[in-house]
């Protein structure tokens, strides 16, 4: 059985940068591409942020030339480097296995695999 282990993340001030890392830890499916999801305070919803499935990338309009995910596949880790970071990202952020959508450009999760979660505060 897979897992996805999460490292990362913290406090940092606006304008600031933070990188996640996701790491596979064990078997999970290798056509599965990796997606990040935030879960903002008080929020009842996990948001789709981004997502990496071969070479297709999906970023929401929110993160767009601010984050960037990519993948290190001799690792098996999907970074996401959150630069320009507003008090608006802050948020618990989980990665999980998806499978992009070409015909939505979306990225839905797909088996649950989940990561632990990180805590993302952009404060001042």
């Known amino acids: 059985q897979g897992q996805l282990v999460q490292s990362g993340g913290g406090l940092v001030q606006p304008g600031g940068s933070l990188r996640l890392s996701c790491q596979v830890s064990?078997?999970?499916?290798?056509?599965?591409?990796i997606g990040w999801f935030r879960q903002a305070p008080g929020k009842k919803d996990r948001v789709t942020i981004s997502?990496?499935?071969?070479?297709?990338?999906y970023y929401a309009e929110s993160v767009k030339g601010r984050f960037t995910i990519s993948r290190d596949n001799a690792k098996k880790t999907v970074y996401l480097q959150m630069n320009s970071l507003e008090p608006e990202d802050t948020a618990t952020y989980y990665c999980?296995?998806?499978?992009?959508?070409?015909?939505?450009?979306?990225?839905?999760?797909?088996?649950?695999?989940w990561g632990q979660g990180t805590q993302v505060n952009v404060s001042s």
């Open positions: 997502c990496i499935d071969g070479s297709r990338i």
């Open positions: 999980t296995t998806v499978i992009y959508d070409q015909d939505y450009g979306t990225c839905p999760v797909v088996d649950d695999y």
């Open positions: 064990g078997f999970i499916p290798p056509n599965y591409g």
